[in-house]
């Protein structure tokens, strides 16, 4: 029985908008400033003019935080210890959010009484400082330790605390995308950063301890393993085959079609042949680029339309909000070659049941997926 359900195209905005005369669109350089205890506050708005002098005036005390990398030698990779964390806010009443503006009755993390997009420093980070020395080298013999740098910024996606990201208009979605291309570019050339990784968890299943709609920017001091196992599995295939993995295998998912999802001008979205997740999408630039910041202008507002198609598509599903992980694979720093795709995965597998990672996944490391992508694929297409 095939589906009769097509994948559908997506259109970009057109060109009438108001700010984007002939299809140009220039990003809106961000206001910066710093909070009471030194932190630095980015605001990125869908338009120049906003007055974004507000003072923050808490007047906190720097935390100080005591983030320590432990190498695993088991695995070769590293382990991020970050225990100050323990105290951060836990999901505290709407009327105390601390990304909502600050108003009467409300000091927040944010000064202004209004925002479009803000990112700032997190005040309980799981990496904070720089490192311009490289880490040790990992030596199976000893207890390899460093200092856990680096940075982890909060991205805030509007000011309405009831908003949802698969919601907004793509005007917001496309400072939203600009915003997270510029603090690419700028964390990257921070010292002793080898990653910068883009995410998003939405929903109390996930763990998120703040309802307002916001991302995160984890700039590492290593390559995670996820992007080193990517970038080892391009290497060798464009060894082997002198192509672009990504690029190869999206053209094999578009002729096979039975996975896709989306296909636009520029971005497909397809579940991928091995999905792990019970539903799990690849946001997948047709251009070989490997950074957000390499975008260009029709591709980023392609992506602020199928991005929330996408999402607003898993919420579809099974007609409840699903909680969710979305997050950009880009080449590691120091990685020339590459190709960025998005990740969205959820780990609801029916309205009433999660997937836990049990036995096989979080002890033995091989994943059981309990869907079959195709008809993750199909129950996606149908739910647009
Ligand atoms: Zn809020
Ligand atoms: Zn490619």
Known sequence: VSSSVQPRTVAAPGAGGRHAPAGVRRPVPPLRTRLSDGREILYFDDAPGADRSARDERGLQPVTTSSEL?????????VVIADHRQTRTFLPSASQCPLCPTRDGLRSEVPASSYDVVVFENRFPSLAGTAPAPLPASDAGALVSA??????EVVVFTDDHDAVLARLPPQRVRTLVDAWAH???ELARQPGVEQVFVFENRGADIGVTLQHPHGQVYAYPFVPPRARQLANAARAHRAR???????DRLALELAADERVVLRGRAW???VPFAARWPFEVHVVPHRHVRSLPDLDDAERDELAVLWTDVL??????FDIEMPYIASWQQAPVREADGHLFGQVLSLRRAPDKLKHLAGSESAAGAWVGDVRPETAARALRAAG
């Open 241 to 247: 085959t002198g192509g672009c993995l990504v690029c």
């Open 70 to 78: 432990r190498h695993d030698p088991f695995t070769d990779e590293w």
């Open 147 to 152: 200092a856990g740098t680096g940075r982890c």
């Open 312 to 317: 607003r598509r898993l919420d579809g599903v």
């Open 268 to 270: 497909s979205a397809v």
């Open 183 to 185: 603090r690419s570019t």
